[in-house]
């Protein structure tokens, strides 16, 4: 089966640059994408296609994809972005698989 | 503006059957493959099952196959999750997702809650 690996936690200041990883066996071979979801809210696409941002979502997000690792950035962190994040990818054998998805405290 | 509204989800006993159900509009439908992720309380996200937009492709997830069946009406603009021997660890908040062309879930439902318990 194929899995993909986040870390639980990000602990990122107001105003600086928050990374979460996302790691997977040839990931970079794979299209990935990011979904915010905050407390009891359901999951918002945030990146697709390793670096797009769909329209609505601010440019302080950013994503790239390559070797094993995909990585969404978010800079110039705000409160609001304050959320669990989740990376997903297409594999042929698992079909949709999502990543153990990261906590993302503004301290 | 697309909305994705999923209906059914409640309490059902170990063993039980629930039907989830998600109207869609905004969008053409017929044109688009759909899915069911869930999220157990405090869990990630699990895919559960995709049906393509013909109903011609469907697949599941391990961890429900034999026991769970995804359709469509396309002339209702629907999607339905019929769930049958249901266990407790089924229990999740259940989302019906629009699925973009190149495999990732551009829209989301709001989710409806699957308790499975005694």
New interface residues.
Partial sequence: SYELTQPPSVSVSPGQTASITCSGDKLGDKYACWYQQKPGQSPVLVIYQDSKRPSGIPERFSGSNSGNTATLTISGTQAMDEADYYCQAWDSSILYVFGTGTKVTVL | EVQLVESGGGLVQPGGSLRLSCAASGFTFSSYSM?W?RQAPGK????VS?ISSSSSTI?Y?DSVKGRFTISRDNAKNSLYLQMNSLRDEDTAVY?CARL?E?????Y????TLVTVSS
């Fill in positions: 899915n992720v990630g996200l699990e895919w995709y697949y997830a989302y973009a190149l495999n990732y879930f551009d989301w439902g709001q989710g």
